[in-house]
């Protein structure tokens, strides 16, 4: 069982450069969630969403875009990269949100020079 | 504004020996308290969630505690093994999958 997979693991941008971080589950959830996690500080919540279709902001969302078309992926979209969009990018997804625990994908490692 | 502080922010123990994680926490409304551990380079993993009702919950050699007057949980690892070598990290719901509040994280490191 996968579980939830990212790809990439690393990626080097140039600044102004655009990307799109993969992020897919098998488990069905219907949850799906987009973190960076900065030295020093606690996860941040960038997008989330609570079903095929249904994307909202989190704390953090400038410079970032989402789409969830199906219920198994949900990539996140970097466009115009910038130096502080340097970071680690965890997607995560759950059954639903109340009590019910967050299952992360090994994060992709994000450098812009 | 929500905040949740953990301390120490690391840890070295001897293999073995058991130790205590603490977190504090100023949440509200509050719906949940979680432990996660996340290994050096991969995404964090679910240890416990507790609800306002529960005051202790084990997982294995990882037991949880919840005092939720004093808004305070801590998170005692037994008989520590290099395996737990990782940090851990204290996270409050108040209720909405939006509203999770992250800490910092205890590093902890096992050695021989």
């Known amino acids: 069982n996968a579980g939830v997979t990212q790809t990439p693991k690393f990626r080097i941008l140039k600044i102004g450069q655009s990307m799109t971080l993969q992020c897919t589950q098998d488990m069905n959830h219907n949850y799906m969630y987009w973190y960076r996690q900065d030295p020093g500080m606690g996860l941040k919540l960038i997008y989330y969403?609570?079903?095929?279709?249904?994307?909202d902001k989190g704390e953090v969302p400038n410079g970032y875009n989402v789409s969830r078309s199906t219920t198994e992926d949900f990539p996140l979209r970097l466009e115009l990269a910038a130096p502080s969009q340097t970071s680690v990018y965890f997607c995560a997804s759950s059954r639903g949100y109340s009590n019910q625990p967050q299952h992360f994908g090994d994060g992709t490692r994000l450098s812009i020079l | 504004k929500n905040q949740v502080e953990q301390s120490p922010q690391s840890l070295i123990i001897l293999e073995g020996k058991n130790c205590t994680l603490q977190c504090n926490y100023t949440v509200s409304p509050f719906s949940n308290l979680r432990w996660y551990k996340q290994d050096t380079g991969r995404g964090p993993v679910s240890l416990t969630i507790?609800?306002?009702?529960?005051n202790t919950k084990s997982n294995g050699r990882y037991t949880a505690t919840l005092d939720a007057d004093t808004k305070q949980s801590s998170l005692h690892i037994t008989a520590s093994q290099l395996s737990d070598s990782a940090s851990y990290i204290c996270?409050?719901?108040?209720?909405?999958?939006?509203?999770?509040?992250f800490g910092t994280g205890t590093r902890l490191q096992v050695t021989l």
């Open positions: 507790m609800t306002f009702s529960e």
């Open positions: 996270v409050v719901s108040a209720g909405t999958a939006s509203k999770l509040t």
């Open positions: 969403s609570v079903g095929a279709g249904i994307t």
